[in-house]
């Protein structure tokens, strides 16, 4: 009778990668929950916990490292779900990850990169103006602006651009960058000419103010 550890086959590349697809599901559905939930948020990711940074060290990894676009999704989705529980201590990596997925070749990592970063810089992050500025310091201005400008972006990449840029834009402080993007013209030139994103915005007024907002913030700054 062979013995138990010659019985056992050693993991296949492809096993390796069923079981760490598993694993982010589920990290995805728990980090979701946490998302809504502070005391849930609180108490599994502490800052300063080892299980809190293992957690956070293989979702960057799986974004950095995997080739695998849908796995790149699931980890991206999660630390969007967590972006609340990101200080200025800890957020640069973070931060600096997420404006280079922007660049990805793949439309649907773009797509959830876009999310992500909304959710460090909307309202409803108290860290949004130390967030929007370090993405500004990541190149973030100039890629959203490319993004925006493409005509062959889908309308729904071109919603999620605009939020994540107004958001920046009412954010953020001063910088050389986004006058050098020339975010506000693109803003308003996008806004003004006819197409199907001028009208979707037409018809969503919460979209409509937070662009007008935008624009606002960046005419106080920038005269162009």
Request: net charge positive; proline share 1%.
């Amino acid at each position: 009778m062979l013995s138990e550890h010659k019985m056992v086959k050693p993991a296949k590349h492809g096993d390796c990668e069923f079981w760490l697809l598993l694993h982010l599901m589920a990290l995805m559905k728990f980090t979701a929950l946490a998302e809504h939930n502070i005391d849930l948020r609180c108490e599994k990711f502490k800052t300063g916990s080892q299980e809190s940074k293992d957690t956070v060290e293989l979702l960057l990894r799986v974004i950095k490292e995997s080739e695998d676009y849908k796995l790149k999704v699931i980890a991206i989705k999660s630390i969007g779900f967590l972006a609340r529980i990101f200080r200025k201590s800890n957020h640069h990596r973070v931060v600096s990850l997420l404006v280079s997925q922007l660049e990805n070749g793949c439309g649907e990592v773009v797509m959830e990169a876009l999310v992500a970063l909304a959710k460090f810089s909307c309202d409803a992050n108290h860290l949004c103006k130390e967030h929007s500025n370090k993405m500004i310091e990541f190149n973030a201005a100039q890629i959203l602006v490319k993004l925006l400008s493409d005509g062959e972006s889908e309308l729904k990449l071109q919603v999620h651009v605009l939020v994540l840029m107004c958001y920046i834009a009412s954010k953020a402080d001063y910088c050389k960058a986004v006058e050098e993007a020339r975010m506000r013209t693109a803003v308003r030139q996008l806004l003004s000419k006819k197409g199907e994103l001028r009208t979707f915005v037409s018809r969503k007024p919460e979209l409509k103010e937070l662009a007008t907002k935008a624009l606002d913030s960046l005419r106080l700054y920038y005269e162009y």
